[in-house]
């Protein structure tokens, strides 16, 4: 392939992996909003360098020509979870949607790779539209935990540094820090109840009083100075209690009270 093709080709792999990570992320903000704990922790894409796809269709015998068809990776959104149970939630979650289409699953959380790698990878076929029309493209996503996102960091920069050819005493080594994280992992799990309790409270504390705050700011531009004052001093007694229920409360009739102004508004239209 010439060279100058290259940019061109890449450039619905660079519009797959954008309009995905927005897709994913917002994800998180809707569990989120609705006081949820998110099985999605974080989302990062990428297109694969020219240099990477040279390199891998040179390892695998893929000719250029057909890099496209054969080569899933090019494209690729990796999801980091927090907790191993988290990594099934994603998957149900993908093959639910209506625009991706599963065209591979590999496990190898289940089928750990010889090098000690975890992680679950699906290859999905993504419709981009562009100047030239709708093309299908495969996007890689990967789902992982952040510990096995860790390890996997580490060894790939070995496999860079050695140029795939790890010594076998790093290796080793490699191993042990894998089945390490499959401890850690694990021990993780234990506690995900009260983990995801814990979150959970803390992400509907911090919408309810971001819903609180909104209130307030709005009656600035309505209510006398000496109610809004009233209102806050109110706020910063019940927030230093730290009692969500009288949070909850509070925020009832806040809404109450900014529900007042804003028909005494519509009256006077
Ligand atoms: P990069 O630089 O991350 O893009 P296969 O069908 O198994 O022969 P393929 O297509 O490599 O070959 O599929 P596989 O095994 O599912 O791996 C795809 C990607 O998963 C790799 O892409 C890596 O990103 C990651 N991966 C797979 N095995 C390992 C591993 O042992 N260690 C690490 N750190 N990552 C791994 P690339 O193109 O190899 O690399």
């Given at each position: 392939m010439e060279i100058q093709l290259w940019k061109a080709v890449l450039t619905p792999y660079e519009l797959a992996v954008k309009e995905l990570t927005v897709k994913f992320e917002h994800l998180i903000k809707e569990y989120k909003d609705c006081g949820m704990y998110s099985p999605i922790e974080q989302v990062t894409g990428r297109v694969k360098s020219i240099s990477s796809i040279l390199e891998k269709a040179q390892r695998k015998g893929i000719p250029l020509e057909n890099v496209e068809e054969d080569?899933?990776?090019?494209a690729g959104i990796r999801i980091i979870c927090q907790f191993v149970e988290d990594i099934q939630l994603v998957v149900e979650m993908i093959r639910k949607r209506s625009d991706m289409e599963i065209r591979d699953e590999r496990d190898y959380v289940k089928?750990?790779?010889?090098?000690g790698y975890r992680s679950y990878h699906m290859i999905v076929g993504y419709e981009v539209e562009t100047l030239l029309g709708t093309k299908e493209i495969n996007v890689e996503i990967q789902i992982r935990t952040l510990g096995m996102n860790f390890w996997s960091i580490i060894e790939h920069s070995m496999q860079y540094k050695y140029q795939k050819n790890i010594p076998e005493h790093i290796k080793k080594k490699m191993l042990k820090a894998a089945q390490t994280i499959v401890v850690l992992d694990s021990e993780m799990s234990a506690v995900r109840g009260e983990i995801m309790d814990a979150q959970n409270r803390m992400q509907i504390q911090s919408n309810m009083i971001s819903d609180i705050l909104n209130n307030i700011q709005n009656l600035y531009h309505v209510a006398n100075k000496r109610e809004i004052a009233k209102i806050q001093d109110e706020f910063y007694r019940i927030y230093e209690m730290n009692d969500m229920e009288r949070l909850e409360r509070f925020g009832k009739e806040l809404d109450i009270i900014a529900e007042g102004y804003r028909a005494q508004a519509l009256d006077q239209d």
């Open positions: 080569m899933y990776d090019i089928h750990v790779k010889e090098s």
